[in-house]
């Protein structure tokens, strides 16, 4: 049994204080379930003919299909099968009939010409309520404890309202306030609002003209008259309350009342109001008022899935919104699970407005409900509702403008990450310094096998220069050293006749690495030049070395001879290497006051340099950081004689002669004073 079956109806009109005769008309068909209201308007009686003309021809023209509305009810398939929109067509045609029969009219006489009615029905069928409007007549739903109106009002006023030109405070300075823009009969056509309804148990509808809800301040002052148990005494009462407060106007009014329904109209109910409240919680549909909204519901179907039933195909070209009502879908690409969705999330809005294949696949978690808008369906709304056209759109494209926000925003935090600083140097400066000397040219190939100091002992000032050579620039402002290059003839001479280059400040050898330099000491200086007490006994030749691999030696400066020039005539032991802060070999006896030195002659060759028959090696090339040779034993690169008077400071004991002297952080303790210049 449908509702239709349970519908209770009650009407009444009046004629009201001011006018002299009625013109409004009223139906009620209860085998049809079909009710409406019809205001006319125009002189000499034109508007009460015209009222009842556009009833009776209505009428006439939904009796004749009948059947139509019977197979929808039953719930027909096959050929049989009816369609909401079948039906909707059905009352629009016969209004259509009706408006084309009162134009007709009015053109034969005179008397009538201008004459039209407005016009609101209401139909229905199964579990579904049908409307169809025209004019300044309304229709109110109560449901839930709650009034809205369902119609829109075709008026001037109601124009300007919604385009913001005037406020409903303003309504009743305005002259001509009943002007309407649609009615019957004016032209041979009209433009019909159509709207179906899913009815539920308790339902009720008023249907009215203007003569009364004109005196209504909001729908809230319906709601407490229609609590009424007793119909009639409602329609009445409705009459009434016009009349106290004017009764300028006829004043009619139809309540349809639905009956008690079963148990399943219980649970359409429950998720009628579920599917109402989830449309209204999305952002495309939002700002809908009541009728917009019931509109959209009109069209929005509801689907079961079940467990693990594919709703979209990635690749796949639809046309249609899905809407979780119930339940969870999960939405994957490929074998990956992007997201999981529920109750009022939606997926696949793209498709209302273009057909472009689906960019991931959609499966149902577990059984569920989705609400599903066709592409069709949502152009019809564009098509014939232009202001809810206009709210969709704006609303869609708002959409569409918060998803680009979030694309930027995630495309923005990607590519921070991808230019993000390497920190990598600040965490561990080793590092930083072994990609330094990898990428320096005039690096060594040889490895070291010990690791490099500790970054203290770095910073130990260097020894002083040679007594021929400017003092070295600072340790820590020097720059690397770049490739060595073989040394020129030029070179040769002695710092006399050129100064020779600032050099860069020497690096301390490893804690038990014998200093550079000392692995070929015959070969700067014959073991007759140099005085017994600068080498320790304890020194083995550079033979009897141990293989260790050492750090190849710094070229020696400009004007100091080429290590390896002179061949002595037994190798000297390698001395023992001082302690890091230790002052340079050759201090250590100061005692005895040293003769004036003589100078050498302007071009006198480098000593050592005595026999050149055997060619000369290349330099190996320096690491960056390693001290010249010569810079450790100044006193050897002369004669005593030659040398000239330096002031030296007070000789430092020797350290004990150990296997392997450790190093240890002190002062330094090296002269400050710059020799002075020669001659």
Not at 222 to 250: C, H
Not at 487 to 513: F, G, N, R, W, Y
Not at 586 to 610: N, Q, S, T
Request: proline share 15%; hydrophobic share 35%; aromatic share 4%.
């Amino acid at each position: 049994m449908g509702l239709h079956e349970t519908v209770q109806f009650f009407a009444s009109t009046n004629v009201g204080r001011v006018r002299d005769h009625n013109e409004d008309n009223y139906l009620v068909d209860r085998k049809l379930a079909l009710f409406i209201v019809a205001d006319g308007m125009g002189g000499h009686a034109a508007g009460e003919i015209a009222s009842a003309l556009a009833v009776r021809t209505i009428h006439e023209e939904i009796k004749k299909e009948k059947s139509l509305l019977d197979d929808f009810g039953s719930g027909a398939s096959g050929a049989a099968r009816v369609s909401l929109k079948t039906v909707l067509n059905l009352l629009e045609y016969a209004v259509q009939r009706a408006c084309a029969r009162i134009h007709e009219e009015a053109r034969k006489d005179d008397a009538k010409r201008g004459m039209g009615t407005t016009l609101s029905l209401l139909c229905v069928v199964g579990h579904v309520a049908f409307i169809a409007h025209v004019g300044d007549s309304r229709i109110y739903l109560a449901r839930g404890g709650e009034c809205r109106q369902i119609t829109e009002d075709h008026t001037v006023i109601n124009e300007l309202i919604k385009r913001g030109k005037l406020t409903r405070d303003q309504i009743e300075k305005v002259a001509q306030k009943n002007a309407i823009t649609r009615a019957l009969g004016v032209y041979e056509r009209v433009e019909v609002d159509t709207l179906s309804i899913e009815l539920l148990p308790g339902d009720q509808f008023l249907l009215c003209s203007d003569g009364l809800h004109g005196y209504l301040k909001n729908d809230e002052e319906l709601r407490d008259q229609l609590q009424e148990m007793d119909g009639d005494v409602v329609t009445r009462s409705l009459i009434d309350f016009a009349n106290e407060r004017g009764g300028k106007d006829n004043i009619t009014a139809v309540l349809v009342r639905i009956g008690e329904g079963t148990k399943v109209d219980e649970q359409r109910a429950i998720q009628l109001q579920l599917k109402r409240e989830v449309l209204v919680g999305m952002p495309l549909f939002a700002r809908l008022n009541e009728r917009e909204v019931l509109r959209v519901m009109q069209v929005a179907q509801v689907r079961p899935f079940t467990a693990e039933q594919q709703i979209i195909k990635e690749g796949d070209k639809g046309d249609e919104l899905f809407i979780v009502l119930s339940g969870k879908v999960k939405v994957t690409r490929g074998e990956a699970v992007l997201t999981t969705l529920g109750r009022g999330e939606h997926v696949g809005e793209m498709a209302l407005i273009r057909s472009v294949p689906r960019s991931a696949t959609v499966t149902s978690d577990g059984d569920s409900e989705l609400i599903v808008i066709r592409r069709a369906d949502f152009f019809d709304i564009l098509r014939t509702e232009h202001e809810l056209a206009v709210k969709l759109l704006w609303q869609f494209l708002g959409v569409l403008a918060d998803r680009l926000d979030q694309t930027s925003r995630d495309l923005r935090n990607a590519r921070e990450v991808l230019t993000a600083d390497d920190i990598t140097a600040e965490i561990f400066p080793e590092l930083e310094v072994d990609a330094d000397e990898e990428e320096d040219e005039g690096r060594a190939t040889m490895p070291f096998i010990e690791q490099a100091p500790p970054p203290s002992i770095r910073h130990v000032p260097a020894p002083p220069p040679p007594p021929h050579s400017p003092a070295p620039p600072s340790v820590q402002s020097s720059p690397p050293l770049p490739p060595a290059a073989p040394p020129s003839p030029a070179a040769e001479k002695p710092a006399a006749d050129k100064p020779a280059a600032p050099l860069p400040p020497p690096v301390p050898p490893p804690p038990h690495a014998p200093t550079p330099g000392a692995e070929k000491p015959a070969a700067e200086k014959p073991a007759a030049e140099k005085p017994s007490a600068e080498k320790p006994a304890a020194e083995k030749p550079a033979a009897e070395k141990p293989a260790v691999q050492l750090p190849p030696p710094v070229p020696p400066p400009p004007h100091a001879p080429a290590p390896g020039a002179e061949k002595p005539a037994a190798p000297l032991p390698p001395p023992v290497p001082p302690p890091p802060h230790a002052p340079a070999p050759g201090a250590e006896k100061p005692a005895a006051p040293l003769p004036p030195p003589v100078p050498p002659p302007p071009h006198a060759p480098a000593p050592g340099a005595e026999k050149p028959a055997a060619p000369l090696p290349p330099p190996v090339p320096p690491p960056p950081h390693a001290p010249a040779p010569a810079a450790e034993k100044p006193a050897a690169e002369k004669p005593a004689a030659e040398k000239p008077a330096v002031h030296l400071p007070p000789p430092v004991p020797p350290p004990p002669r150990t296997a392997a002297p450790e190093p240890v952080p002190s002062p330094p303790a090296a002269p400050k004073d710059d020799p002075p210049k020669p001659e």
